[in-house]
């Protein structure tokens, strides 16, 4: 029989909160699972649970006696031992043996050194210092004592000191929370790799997609389980709430939205192959919408008074601290643009959104900006810059002191400060609640460019939803750097790389990107876009190199032409049969049969629909294709 965890009717108070009640869980060796729930539903503390740290008010927690239990703190330590001592303290035995080494004598070392061989003892050091580099460490790092990196770095170092133990049980608890898209790639592989039993707390949807192949859901005190990844639970989700009539209407309401977005960004895309893995992804939000009718977030960001052209520009740019990072920097920011920075960390994403938002000037060059920008920025270090003694509405009041109360109550609420929690200092909100406040605190001022540099750290998953519709439905210009890939697919539609000093359009997804790391080469020409000079022709070449380009293209724009047309004749009818299934007397008994009527019909449209976009996205394709083999 295999060893397993198994969780028998647990019960956990905390105060006057039951965490736990009557909860079952069996989880089997090697199997990876995702743990998740709202912030404050108790999963750190059922980690607590299996660590000893807490003990079960009710009910048995069992785990095979023999397994050794590796877990991330997340307390950001004193220590003056370098990172590399630090990482490999990870490994308790092995620190053990080498300490009995030293002073033993005759017949007493063979064992040890058996065992020390036994254990891959001698590559400790080599161990270590790959996942210092693999976490994102510079070169150098590893001889730096602890206290000499920041808070985030620190909670790098307790991952790496968790992966270098020889465990059975692996516990992580937001492992990608302080790591930029490059070391979370990086952890995705090792985890893969991991041949342990792996529980995971994320609230990092691509990254559980990627690693785990379950899902532990922690909701009103119980643990449901449910196979597959975190978008297998949300589908699986969607079909039990999508049953409930009371929430039907808000499901229709939610999926309009995303419809919408989704053919305002096909109308756009200018990029096929970006186009492409865009709608997949937005397919897929539409699709799943009815799993999150019941968050209690649902945020927007105003949309802004008014949107120039042309927001802001860096010409002939010099970036840096003193000394150059970034050099002859050519980069604009329309209106509507939707911008993802992508690059190694120390490659200057952050160092050129603190330029374009003006918190450190040009070593060089020229920053240009329209008189009607309103910028909005956030930073990773944004939680910094609040007010810890103050109340959320005080911090609105601030912005705007002729608000009147009832206006910063509304606002709040919709980021899930209701009541008096409004009004409550914030110095014991968590983490989330924070972030929460500071991206409500962007949106209240209602900017025209929105600066996000990691702005999903300590999310949990509905606010991250959330935050994603929001900034879909948003009108105004987005730069962001995030390793959540989720939020980048769903939102940006230009991908930009920082990379040796340059800033180049990235012709490519972010599987291409990943590829592009794991190949550890430089971008080729193919997938960074550099304008190319084409040789001069004469007059009368042109001319009949124009006839002949729209000859050849007049076929494939008439098609384009009568696909939306057709599709603009598909939606008319789907927003109707929308408001007839938003009308809630269909719901009666008495018309049961109209109903089933109405949701066959609606599902055939749907159907249809699916299959014209599929025809104007490919179409779109060879159209974009054949204007680019005659430029």
Not at 563 to 589: G, H, Q, V
């Amino acid at each position: 029989m295999r060893a397993m965890i198994v969780l028998q009717d647990i019960h956990l108070q905390r105060g006057s909160k039951f965490l736990l009640e009557g909860a079952e869980l069996t989880v089997h060796a090697g199997q990876k699972l995702g743990l998740i729930g709202a912030n404050g539903s108790g999963k750190s503390s059922l980690f607590k649970l299996m660590l000893g740290e807490l003990h079960e008010d009710a009910g048995s927690l069992s785990i095979p006696s023999q397994w050794s239990v590796s877990h991330m703190a997340q307390e950001v330590g004193h220590s003056e031992r370098s990172a590399l001592d630090y990482v490999i303290d990870g490994d308790p035995e092995l620190r053990r043996i080498e300490a009995e080494l030293e002073s033993a004598e005759g017949e007493a070392l063979g064992p040890l050194y058996e065992r020390m061989e036994q254990i891959d003892g001698y590559t400790a050091i080599a161990r270590a210092q790959k996942l210092l580099d693999g976490l994102g460490f510079a070169v150098g790092d590893d001889a730096r004592p602890v206290d000499s990196f920041s808070g985030g770095w620190r909670i790098r170092l307790n991952l790496a000191q968790a992966l270098m133990c020889r465990s059975d049980l692996l516990l992580l608890d937001e492992p990608t929370n302080h790591l930029d898209l490059d070391a979370t790639i990086w952890l995705e592989r090792w985890l893969r790799q991991y041949p342990g039993t792996l529980l995971i707390i994320s609230h990092d949807r691509d990254f559980l997609d990627n690693v785990i192949e379950g899902i532990v859901h922690l909701e009103q005190a119980k643990l449901h389980s449910y196979t597959g990844n975190y978008s297998s639970f949300e589908r699986q989700r969607a079909e039990r709430l999508a049953q409930q009539a009371q929430a039907y209407a808000r499901q229709q309401a939610r999926r309009a939205e995303i419809e919408q977005f989704v053919r305002r960004f096909k109308a756009k895309a200018s990029k096929a192959k970006q186009a492409q893995s865009r709608v997949k992804e937005l397919e897929r939000m539409e699709e799943i919408a009815p799993a999150h009718v019941d968050t209690p977030f649902s945020f927007t960001f105003p949309n802004p008074d008014s949107l120039p052209q042309t927001l802001m520009s860096l010409s002939q740019a010099q970036l840096g601290y003193g000394s150059a990072i970034l050099d002859k920097i050519e980069f604009s920011v329309l209106g509507e643009a939707r911008i993802g920075l992508l690059g190694h960390n120390g490659a200057g994403k952050s160092t050129l959104m603190k330029t374009l938002a003006g918190q450190i000037p040009l070593l060089a060059g020229e920053r240009t900006e329209s008189p009607r920008l309103r910028l909005g920025y956030y930073s990773q270090h944004q939680l910094d810059t609040l007010d810890f003694d103050a109340s959320a509405a005080l911090h609105l009041q601030r912005l705007s002191p002729k608000a009147s109360e009832q206006e910063i109550r509304n606002f709040l609420g919709a980021f899930g400060f209701q009541g008096d929690r409004a009004f409550e200092g914030i110095a014991h909100f968590s983490g989330g609640e924070k972030a929460r406040l500071a991206l409500a605190l962007l949106a209240w001022q209602k900017p025209n460019l929105l600066l996000l540099d990691e702005p999903t750290n300590h999310l949990d998953l509905e606010v991250r939803h959330a935050l994603t519709l929001a900034l879909q439905a948003y009108e105004g210009a987005v730069v962001v750097v995030s390793h959540d890939r989720h939020l980048l697919k769903n939102t940006v539609d230009e991908l930009v790389l920082v990379h040796d000093g340059k800033v180049e359009s990235f012709d490519g997804d972010l599987q291409d990107y990943e590829r592009w790391l794991m190949s550890g080469e430089k971008p080729s020409e193919a997938t960074v876009s550099a304008p190319t000079p084409s040789a001069p022709l004469d007059k009368k070449a042109q001319r009949q190199q124009a006839a002949a380009d729209r000859a050849r293209l007049k076929p494939l724009m008439q098609s384009l032409k009568k696909l939306e047309t057709a599709m603009d004749k598909a939606n008319a009818t789907l927003a109707s049969l929308e408001a007839r299934l938003a009308d809630t007397d269909l719901y009666n008994e008495d018309k049961k049969n109209d109903l089933q009527d109405t949701l066959r019909e609606e599902a055939g449209i749907r159907q249809t629909l699916a299959e014209l976009e599929a025809q104007w996205l490919e179409t779109s394709e060879a159209l974009e294709a054949a204007q680019q083999s005659a430029c």
